[in-house]
């Protein structure tokens, strides 16, 4: 089936871990073998290959580029125009991939409604090149707003205004205080360009006055649920219900810490936690729970965003595995068509009225 995932750090996993996604997993996991200078070298779940295999032909592909102020102990940069030129960095990768058509840009309705023809008429799917909708994780290498019209003009369609800590115009995960007048002015000018807020990584202030300050198209491309993990990572229901009410799409992460209580990063083992795909399913099914049917869900997995194998569902090898969750939604009790709307059809119905704005 046809699957959108609406979270993945492919120009991250390719310049800072150094992988060539167009290589068979096997390779890339086989070349980091002995490696040891990040947790998940050789446990690598996601490739151009196995994307085409799981026939994930649509992804929301990630800038992400953290800004630190002297004694932040996170790791960033030192300025946020160092920032961006991370940012540049990895655009220039992913405008690389379409140069060697491994990726085509998706940034409007006629480039998205060619694309889906293509990948459901046409070419064998294990030629077609996967289609990336462009987002920024943490707005702090925007150095001023005149560069959030430049990164529009690169594509931009996506934002989240911070990811974790405090950031130069909101506060994220592990975090705590509102937007600021630098945030609310980045609302602003998001509106009028009509990018997407994605309001995953922000902190509970920050949440709820960006949602009170924007008003234009909101999802959370990958989230879980506070009730099932009670971290602030996770949106609590009241959240999870303001999202709904704005017709927001919340996609499920595949991070095992996100998925299951009392995970400790570095020393819990998904099989010993009983960590698999069936826990992501349990944080969907309580958001249908909570909308009263299945049209605010989707995937959101966040694989190999600074974790692989050991910190993911102990029967999720690679991305491709994405196909075995129909199967787990049909055991739930869950339709047909709202298998559709769970794989793509929710991000696609999303993003067409987004768009046709």
């Known amino acids: 089936m046809f699957t959108i995932d609406a979270h993945l750090d492919l120009s991250m996993n390719a310049l800072e871990w150094n992988r060539d996604l167009r290589k068979p ?11 040891v200078d990040k947790p998940d070298r050789g446990k690598a779940t996601v490739c151009i290959p196995e994307l ?7 992804v929301v ?10 004694g932040n102990p996170l790791p960033g940069w030192h ?4 920032a961006w030129a991370q940012t540049q960095g990895q655009l220039a990768w992913y405008k690389a991939m379409e140069d060697a058509g491994e990726m085509v840009q998706i940034n409007d309705l006629e480039s998205l409604e060619k694309h889906l023809h293509l990948w459901l008429f046409e070419l064998p799917w294990s030629y077609k090149p996967i289609g990336y909708i462009l987002s ?5 290498s925007i150095v ?4 959030l019209e430049k990164a529009y003009e690169n594509g931009l369609r996506a934002l989240g205004p911070a990811h974790y800590g405090p950031g130069r115009y909101a506060n994220g995960t592990d975090a705590t205080g509102g937007l600021g007048p630098n945030g ?13 807020l994605d309001a995953t990584h922000l902190c509970d202030d920050s949440f709820w006055e960006a949602l009170a300050n924007y008003n234009g198209p909101v999802w959370a491309s990958h989230n879980n649920c506070r009730a099932l993990v009670n971290h602030n990572r996770q949106f609590s229901d009241d959240q999870l219900k303001a999202l709904i009410e704005r017709g927001a799409v919340i996609g499920g992460a595949l991070d095992a810490w996100m998925m299951v209580p009392n995970w400790e990063r570095g020393k819990s083992n998904p099989r010993e936690m009983d960590c698999n795909l069936e826990k992501m399913i349990d944080h969907m099914d309580h958001i249908c729970q909570l909308a009263g049917n299945a049209n605010h869900i989707g995937i959101g997995s966040d694989l190999d965003g600074a974790f692989g194998r050991e910190q993911c569902p102990y029967d999720l090898e690679t991305i491709a595995d994405f196909q ?5 939604l049909t055991k739930r009790g869950y339709s047909p068509t709202d298998l559709k709307k769970i794989m793509h059809g929710n991000w696609l119905g999303f993003l067409k009225n987004a768009w046709e704005k």
């Open 25 to 35: 997993l096997s390779e890339t996991n086989r070349r980091e073998n002995g490696m």
């Open 52 to 58: 085409r295999k799981g026939e994930v032909g649509l």
């Open 61 to 70: 592909a990630t800038q992400i580029a953290r800004y630190v102020s002297e």
């Open 79 to 82: 300025s946020p125009e160092q």
């Open 136 to 140: 920024l994780e943490g707005a702090d």
């Open 144 to 147: 001023n707003l005149s560069y």
């Open 184 to 196: 609310k002015e980045l609302l602003k000018e998001m509106e009028r360009l009509n990018i997407i």
């Open 324 to 328: 075995k969750i129909p199967n787990l």
